[in-house]
């Protein structure tokens, strides 16, 4: 490359980076980038492919926004944004409205008329940003709709859902690689919060995105806590965290079957918590409904199947609950990444038992899937329920196994100082006699009796259970003739449990699920009962202490402000929450909760000093700055 050609590059990234900071500033009100945010702003204005991983709440949407209005600037016309999900097209595009981009969605809840609206102001070139989901996409009339006027770029949202191993699989999304043969250069983005190397690798395959450059930030969360409990009674135990963290707080709590979730929903608002159920069950209109709750209203509890939440853009979720095993890794970041987008302290909780990994392992082997893809199925729970009984750092082996290996040690030296391994380190104990144990009863029933049984009847052969519920069938079986019958009796039926479901995770015991659930040895069985290979497991502590660390005041919104600087916040949210009914939009559309912390802090008296906060955009300054610094001047909302 000659030095002309450097310096000419150079000066083009130099105006571009410039441009992209005056948008940034002037649309969105804020001063600088974070992380890679700037040189993929810049790359894809200047017509680059790209490749963008950030987690979510760390600003993928300004990442082809931004773009968008740069391109448009310089005369290149509408940006299309491709995304699977109703309830995002609406909020992104209330949001962008409210700081003054011309933006506009084609999605199956228009009418014709609006439809019809909404294509004329693309041709004409009335908008910046057009929000489409990919089966209108992919129709011819969409595809010609695309053709009669310039396209800016196309940014591809949710990416992930490309991947036919992941845990969000749109069939739509194969097909979209025909963007780059169809519209050539125009550049394409992909975006994502959740893919691991080998999904990044899948989707640039897919999409044909071979040349395009890859901007991967940190999956890390620092300010989400992960805890993860034993299941004993999980009702109980999900209102008890509610109610020492997170009373009336906005949450999401996922279920496995939707029977689940109308049962929870209903007694959480027995015991006085303002919560919805959320599945694919309800007719549409009261999903929408309950949507439209959550989204608008303070501390509304979703209880939902995962059929809820991706793309949901509310930035005060403060905690994330799991009654039910995720399937997968991938899927467990993607829903806990829905708390505390806002960046303020949030918790993901988790309720597993040894019945989750039945129920789990028996819906893949039932599924109609491909062999290969229970193989994957199978790798991927396998990976979800190593996490869930690790003895170390749970935010190690998350970012770990989305391959940040210099970023965490998953062999335990890291601690984080916010999950629970690291907050109250688990004990541990030498398991192998124990397990020795196990496997042993599970041998002889299967070589003295011929038969194979579940877990909770090789625990009461271990135990010499002779209660009511376990007497019929020992005796019918005469498995207290049996010499490892007794030999577990120290051990509860509660420490028998964790035990086998620490061994069904780390491969010690397999579950085969066409024999009714029942348990059998693997491979790896023979060095344990050899006593060639030692094991150690977390030791089961029944009721134990909720982890430290976090008070109820790191949870409050109003955290770091003083006593006159929380009255004017919590004014200002009143104001937020009256305008924001009287627009028909979510509060945080019209302000977040940490700008409205920056303006109680500043006290600003003046327009000008109100625009300078972060998070006030030129739009919003002229829409709201008469009203905020007449609010300041009060001190509180008009009544």
Not at 214 to 228: A, C, G, K
């Amino acid at each position: 490359m000659s030095d002309a050609v450097a310096v000419e590059e150079r000066s083009v990234a130099t105006s571009t980076g410039a441009l992209a900071h005056e948008v940034l500033h002037r649309v969105f009100g804020y001063a600088s980038f974070r992380g890679h945010q700037g040189d993929a702003i810049v790359h894809v204005c200047d017509g680059g492919d790209a490749l963008i991983l950030m987690p979510t709440g760390a600003g993928k949407s300004l990442c082809y926004q931004i773009p968008a209005l740069v391109r448009r600037q310089r005369g290149l016309g509408c940006g299309i944004v491709v995304s699977p999900l109703i309830a995002l097209m609406q909020d992104q595009v209330s949001a962008l409205r409210e700081s003054g981009v011309r933006a506009a969605f084609l999605n199956s809840t228009l009418s014709a008329q609006r439809a019809s609206e909404v294509e004329r102001d693309f041709r004409s070139g009335a908008l910046d940003l057009l929000y489409v989901a990919p089966e209108r996409l992919l129709t011819e009339r969409c595809l010609q709709l695309l053709s009669s006027a310039p396209v800016s770029l196309f940014a591809i949202d949710e990416a992930h859902c490309v991947s036919q191993w992941g845990h969000d699989f749109r069939p739509e999304y194969m097909q979209l690689a025909l963007l780059g043969k169809r519209f050539p250069g125009v550049p394409r983005i992909a975006l994502t919060a959740t893919a691991d190397p080998a999904t990044r690798i899948e989707i640039v395959e897919r999409l044909g995105l071979e040349d395009a450059r890859s901007f991967v930030s940190s999956f890390d969360r620092p300010n989400i806590r992960y805890e993860i409990v034993e299941k004993l009674d999980a009702r109980r135990q999900l209102i008890d965290f509610i109610r020492a963290d997170h009373a009336d707080q906005a949450g999401i709590v996922y279920c496995l079957s939707r029977r689940k979730v109308d049962e929870t929903a209903a007694y959480l608002v027995e015991q006085g918590v303002k919560a919805l159920p959320y599945h694919a069950g309800m007719d549409s209109e009261a999903r929408q409904r309950n949507q439209a709750r959550f989204l608008r209203d303070d501390g509304i509890v979703m209880v939902a199947t995962i059929a809820f939440g991706m793309g949901i853009d509310k930035p005060d979720v403060r905690f994330v609950a799991h009654l039910d095993l995720p399937k997968s890794i991938e899927g467990y970041y993607q829903e806990t990444g829905r708390a505390g987008r806002d960046g303020a302290a949030s918790d993901a909780w988790m309720a597993y038992g040894l019945q989750d990994v039945v129920q789990l392992r028996r819906m893949i082997d039932e599924s109609d899937a491909s062999d290969q893809y229970k193989r994957v199925s199978g790798a991927k729970l396998d990976s979800m329920l190593g996490l869930c009984e690790a003895a170390t750092c749970r935010r190690a082996m998350l970012l770990t196994y989305f391959g940040e290996d210099d970023a965490a040690d998953a062999r335990g030296e890291a601690n984080c100082g916010n999950c629970d391994n690291c907050l109250v380190p688990p004990e541990t104990f030498d398991a192998t006699v124990a397990v020795q144990q196990l496997l042993s009863c599970i041998y002889r029933l299967k070589k003295e009796r011929g038969q194979s049984f579940g877990a909770l009847h090789v625990i009461a052969v271990l135990r010499g259970d002779r209660s009511a519920k376990s007497a019929d069938k020992i005796a019918q079986g005469r498995h207290d003739a049996l010499s490892t019958f007794g030999i577990g009796a120290e051990r509860s039926e509660l420490e028998w449990r964790a035990i086998v479901r620490q061994c069904i995770a780390f491969g010690y015991v397999d579950v085969d699920h066409e024999s009714y659930g029942t348990l059998h040895l693997t491979a790896r069985s023979r060095a344990v009962l050899k006593g060639e290979e030692a094991v150690r497991l977390r030791r089961f502590v029944k009721d134990a202490a909720r982890k430290k660390g976090r008070t109820r005041k790191d949870l409050d919104p109003a955290d770091g402000l003083d006593g006159s600087a929380a009255a004017l916040f919590d004014a200002l949210r009143s104001w937020r929450l009256a305008t924001s009914r009287e627009h028909g939009v979510p509060a945080y559309v019209i302000f977040h909760d940490g700008t409205l912390k920056e303006i109680a802090r500043a006290r600003p008296t003046t327009i000008a000093a109100l625009g300078a906060l972060s998070g006030v955009g030129e739009k919003k300054l002229e829409a709201y700055g008469r009203q905020i610094v007449e609010l300041v001047e009060r001190g509180e909302a008009p009544g």
